[in-house]
T-cell receptor, first 114, second 112 residues
Framework: KAGVTQTPRYLIKTRGQQVTLSCSPISGHRSVSWYQQTPGQGLQFLFEYFSETQRNKGNFPGRFSGRQFSNSRSEMNVSTLELGDSALYLC?????????????FGPGTRLTVL | AQSVTQLGSHVSVSEGALVLLRCNYSSSVPPYLFWYVQYPNQGLQLLLKYTSAATLVKGINGFEAEFKKSETSFHLTKPSAHMSDAAEYFCALLGSNYKLTFGKGTLLTVNP
């Protein structure tokens, strides 16, 4: 069974631009969660989607948004990029039915904002 | 509220020595606890998990962890370190809201 895939793996953007990251979950998984990893703040939860609905959200500004499609693939969008948005963005998928199903992580997308 | 504290941002051991990475947690509900490992420029790989069954949990690559409710701890151990164990390790808590809360991570260095 294929694992969680994320595209692209690397991105370079400039301040003020917007960016879209993509995540394809493991087949059969209906929940997708997004995390931001930075050296200063560590791993922080962005949001979680299940069956195309956002079920939970972290403490990030509205510039960070996401969505999930009917095939469970998810995208996250960051608008008006800031230097501080440079990070590794990780996506995790789970079956999602029980509140505490195990999450499986993708390799991440490394975003650099210049 | 839930939180995870990893004691020691950097641990250095000699090859063949005991590895001990410390994790303490705070949770208002019975916790599900995980240890993940991250190699450079990669995602997170699950080492082991505690989900309220046996308190001593065995994982991959010879790692194990013991859940101690009285101490609110979930320390990770390995009897004999190998060079390939050098990586960053994260302890994480899964609460009742589908959200993983991570510790700050511990960078493990293994010296030959």
């Amino acid at each position: 069974k294929a694992g969680v895939t994320q595209t692209p793996r690397y991105l370079i953007k400039t301040r003020g631009q917007q960016v879209t990251l993509s995540c394809s979950p493991i087949s059969g998984h209906r929940s997708v969660s997004w995390y931001q990893q930075t050296p200063g703040q560590g791993l922080q939860f962005l949001f979680e989607y299940f069956s195309e609905t956002q079920r939970n959200k972290g403490n990030f500004p509205g510039r960070f948004s996401g969505r999930q499609f009917s095939n469970s693939r998810s995208e996250m969008n960051v608008s008006t990029l800031e230097l501080g948005d440079s990070a590794l963005y990780l996506c995790a998928s789970s079956i999602g039915v029980a509140q505490r199903d195990e999450q499986f992580f993708g390799p991440g997308t490394r975003l650099t904002v210049l | 509220a839930q939180s995870v504290t990893q004691l020691g941002s950097h641990v250095s051991v000699s090859e063949g020595a005991l590895v001990l990475l410390r994790c303490n947690y705070s949770s208002s509900v019975p916790p599900y606890l995980f240890w993940y490992v991250q190699y450079p420029n990669q995602g997170l790989q699950l080492l082991l998990k505690y989900t309220s069954a046996a308190t001593l949990v065995k994982g991959i690559n010879g790692f194990e962890a013991e859940f101690k409710k009285s101490e609110t701890s979930f320390h990770l151990t390995k009897p004999s370190a190998h060079m390939s164990d050098a990586a960053e390790y994260f302890c994480a808590l899964l609460g009742s809201n589908y959200k993983l809360t991570f510790g700050k991570g511990t960078l493990l260095t293994v010296n030959p």
